[in-house]
């Protein structure tokens, strides 16, 4: 008896602790959509009220109108899709190199692309700049996209963590046959690895959806801007215009929460891969 | 080398052609690049000039350099502990035994990660704003009289880090799976022998956690001193520097300064400062970490 006492405590202890984290997480995004939904009188009451009263759907009509935010949205849709298919197609031909390969030097190259993943980014940023420059790149997407068709190190090395698991006699077992690599690779290894090109996929989209310093420093024409760049653009007119920036983010939140949501398995499980030792 | 081993090599190197070609040219030709450049003066619209360690020496006693120096230690001296702390204790009560829904709780934790950070930054601006911002009204209904956070020069930075907390989901999950990996014959062998939940985590959680805290600090280290999307938005590095930090102040030297040369000196400083605290993490981590076990 004490000990299903014991145990009763513990699990209403337990949800008590999860859920008052879980709100304290949340309560941000909350607010944010509360804000939105507000007339601009009831936003700085005291005390605040969660639940706006009127609702308002003004904020949203104005960014709406007042951008161009289809084209932010397409701008957005294309640099995202254009990376995601360069990362899923470079890094699963690198990885596969990596761990289904044996040849010499690639161990070598494994260390390489792990002491790459300690670059920071403002070290490589300048000279690439003069490259783009010289290339007339600047203004297009072509320096934000391209590079994503030759490999980043972060997935690369989370595609290897997944693929040396993977049982080595069935591939050696096709080379046996006479299978070329590109055939082991296509029809018996993408397939087998699935769910590791998910979860870089989905990596890479919240990431690219996200992206703020890249296109900050390549693109200069507003009507080419993603949301990223939009969103602070439109927040240099609206300085202090909380409703309207709450409204503004809101939509640009949305997408990538809702994608989330359906998919938090695969990402989770991607998170754990990455925390995996070499 | 005989003929299967050629073909080894053959086709490994052409399967990893596109990263070999990606590690040169947006790698290791930059990296080098901007060793060269930070010889120079190069204002972007005319050719560069030679002029040694004048960039070097310009840095010593450029006031702004050393403050964001003193930004940074400051930052990352209160961000990595409590980021490891507190992604610990949150991975510790996701790894408690509740009957269901433990999935839920996990994607809640994780969410904040995925908001887009500007969306987030001015989200958080909203929070710390000092009259009718969230946090003051909170505060002021438990009777404190909020600061100013990101408006204060002495709580812009604790506003930082207070935010960066929100972020802290990869780090509580991958905790959280090392959690499960400890075996928990473990725990039960020390249950009998009669040891409590705090000894338990002192002596059998803690130093099967070590190689991750380890891998922890280095991540969160690296991305805590290249913090640049949330300054850039919410304080433009101010009040007064005080949230200037290597990304902003490198950028507007090159990008709003058009001061190339130094721009490039400046990374590699950083990069060099980077690199030591790195090394000298990893040599104290053979005095603390376990790697028991896993050989």
Known sequence: ?278 | MNRLERSRLRNGLLFALPWLIGISIFYLYPIAGTLYHSFFEYPVFSPPTFTGFLNYETLLNDELFWITVYNSIYYTCMYVPLAVIVSIFLALILNMKIRKGISFYRMVYYMPCIVPMVGASLLWMWIFNAHFGLLNTFLRMIGINGPGWLASATWSKPSLVLMALWLLGPGIIIYLSALQDVPQQLHDVAEIDGANWVQRLRYITLPMLTPIILFDIIISLTLALQTFTRIYIMTRGGPANSTLLFGLYIYRTAFAYLNMGYACALAWVFFILVFIVTILIFKSSAKWVYYGGEG
Request: include cysteine.
């Open chain 1, 1 to 278: 008896m004490r000990k299903k006492t014991r145990n009763l405590l513990y699990q209403i202890f337990g949800y008590a602790i999860l859920s008052t984290i879980g709100i304290l997480f949340f309560f941000p995004l909350l607010w944010m959509v509360s804000t939105s939904l507000k007339i601009d009188q009831q936003m700085f009451v005291y005390p605040p009220q969660w639940i706006p009263n009127p609702i308002t759907l003004n904020h949203y009509e104005i960014v709406l109108t007042t951008t161009p935010f289809l084209k932010y949205f397409y701008n957005t849709v294309y640099y995202v899709t254009a990376c995601v298919i360069g990362i899923v197609i470079s890094c699963s031909l690198v990885g596969y190199s990596l761990s289904c390969i044996r040849w010499p030097g690639r161990e070598i190259l494994f260390y390489i692309t792990i002491a790459t993943l300690m670059i920071p980014f403002i070290l490589t940023l300048i000279p690439l700049f003069m490259i783009f420059k010289t290339l007339g790149w600047i203004g297009t997407y072509k320096p934000l996209i391209i590079p994503a068709y030759f490999g980043a190190p972060f997935y690369i090395f989370l595609l290897r963590q997944f693929l040396r698991t993977l049982p080595k006699d069935l591939l050696d077992a096709a080379r046996i046959d006479g299978c070329s690599e590109f055939r082991i690779y296509w029809n018996m290894v993408i397939p087998l690895i699935k769910p590791a090109l998910a979860a870089i996929a989905l990596f890479e989209f919240v990431h690219r959806w996200n992206d703020f310093l890249g296109p900050l420093i390549y693109l200069r024409d507003e009507t080419k801007y993603p949301f990223s760049l939009a969103l602070q653009y439109f927040q240099g007119i609206h300085e202090v215009e909380w409703g309207n920036l709450m409204a503004f983010s809101t939509l640009v939140v949305l997408p990538v929460l809702i994608i989330f949501f359906f998919t938090q398995k695969t990402f989770i499980q991607g998170v754990k891969l990455s925390g995996i030792k070499g």
